[in-house]
């Protein structure tokens, strides 16, 4: 049946009704990009920036601001309240209506005190400053609760930031994020820098972290900048690589084939590399022979601690003193600075009984057919040192390897130090 006028005329009405939502639509989205963009490239000292991409993406992600004259001042120093404000924005998703919200990605890296921290005492953190008093202050009581900082790190947080500065920032954020880098070879690594050894033992601690994650480099000069401050660019370009690994400078320490993260004292995780194959499998091994104390035992960084029982076990991992901490009955440790493997004693009642198992595991698979032979001279050292509180220190070949038993000043603790010949 035809349609009638009525009818034909309604249509064009939807018709056109339709088009102009989605011609609308369009149009909004298209302000929206130009809008985002703009905020960055409308600054007039950015363009032709070394930052300039880096900068653009930033601003975009609100993580620093221009100013209201439309530059950015890029070459600007970065206070210290600054940064510690954008590196914990750049953990954050910012939604169109301005809100934030953490990313999932970076409470997965939190320990379960900090994620704890995050959901119960700042779950109402919204993210923005104080409009009264300090505006600082939430940010730097947050990465304070975190250990992204120390309370007394900075004695003025208004000051400019040094690099140095950044590095020991950016060393316990990752020590609560990620893991630590091998201290030996990333100090190895920043010795390239020609002003190394103008900074504090501590600061190449951090200096060598920074560079061996690939998050911070030197100049063109050969330079790491100890003592310059930090520029606003250059806090932007930072960030990038602490968000994105991918970003990250390959900095190849030489010895990448022979590398572990282990757990460390403090709860925490670090890469060390080791010298060889033998000694990573080593470590694999070493970890082994602790389990077949049950949940007797605790591993950390190259040192595997066995217990009598699990009270024992408890009060030492929560030991107020040094002696209850040390109050183990059993250490196999390695030492991959020196090559070096060990077995440590503390000659107790039971000792050996409780603890033989592990401790084969352990030396069997270093001396191997010789491992009888080593066996032999351990037990007959322990014995002798039980029953005299003496011991004469002896330095014995077996094998490939050269022995080292010492007996120390309470006569009861007996070390057996391991070397590579």
């Known amino acids: ?32 990009v130009v809008q985002g963009k703009s905020e960055a490239a409308g600054m007039t000292d950015v363009r032709g920036h070394w930052a300039e991409q880096t900068i653009s993406q930033m601003v975009q992600q609100g993580l620093l601001d221009g100013f209201p004259d439309g530059t950015f001042r890029p070459d600007d120093s ?21 809100e934030r919200k953490w ?27 104080n409009t009264v008093g ?62 190394l050894q103008s900074a504090t033992a501590r600061q190449q601690k951090f200096i060598g972290e920074a560079m061996t994650k690939g998050i911070m480099e030197g100049y063109p000069n050969g330079y790491f900048g100890v003592g310059r401050t930090v520029t606003r660019a250059e806090a932007l370009q930072i960030i990038a690589r602490l968000q994105t690994k991918s970003k990250r400078i390959s900095v190849n320490s030489g010895s990448e084939a022979f590398i572990k993260v282990v757990p460390t004292k403090d709860g ?17 091994v070493m970890e082994e022979a602790g389990k077949l104390r049950g949940s007797n035992y605790d591993l950390e960084e190259t040192t595997l601690r066995l217990f009598r029982d699990a009270e024992a076990k408890g009060l030492a991992m929560s030991g107020a003193t040094a002696d209850v901490r040390n109050s183990n009955e059993v250490s196999l440790w390695l030492d991959p600075q020196f090559i070096t493997y060990g077995v440590t004693v503390h000659l107790e009642n039971g000792t050996l009984a409780r603890n033989t198992e592990s401790i084969r595991k352990f030396t069997d698979f270093l001396f191997g057919y010789d491992a009888d032979i080593f066996y032999r001279q351990f037990t ?11 011991l004469e220190t002896t330095t014995k070949q077996i094998g490939s390897y050269s022995v080292e038993t010492r007996l120390e000043a309470d006569g009861k603790t007996i070390i057996f130090s391991i070397i590579h010949s």
């Open 268 to 284: 925490s995780y670090k890469k060390l590399v080791f010298p060889d194959q033998r000694m990573l499998q080593a470590y694999d």
């Open 103 to 129: 990313k999932s990605s970076f409470i997965q890296t939190l320990s379960a005190s900090n994620q704890s921290i995050l959901q119960q005492d700042y779950r109402d953190f919204t993210f923005k400053p």
């Open 134 to 195: 300090y505006w600082a202050k939430p940010y730097l009581d947050l990465a304070s609760d975190l250990h992204f900082i120390s309370k007394g790190q900075f004695s003025d947080y208004k000051a400019m930031l040094k690099r140095e500065d950044v590095a020991e920032i950016l060393y316990y954020l990752l020590k609560e994020t990620e893991y630590l880098e091998d201290e030996v070879y990333s100090l190895k690594a920043a010795s390239q820098f020609g002003d």
């Open 380 to 390: 007959d050292a322990c014995e002798r040192a039980a029953a005299k509180g003496v």
């Open 1 to 32: 049946m035809p349609k009638t006028h009525g009818e034909a005329e309604s249509n064009k009405m939807l018709q056109l009704n339709k088009w102009l939502t989605i011609a609308t639509v369009c149009c909004v989205m298209t302000i929206g």
């Open 78 to 98: 970065v206070t210290a309240d600054q940064f510690v404000k954008i590196v914990l924005l750049a953990f954050t998703d910012k939604y169109p209506n301005g």
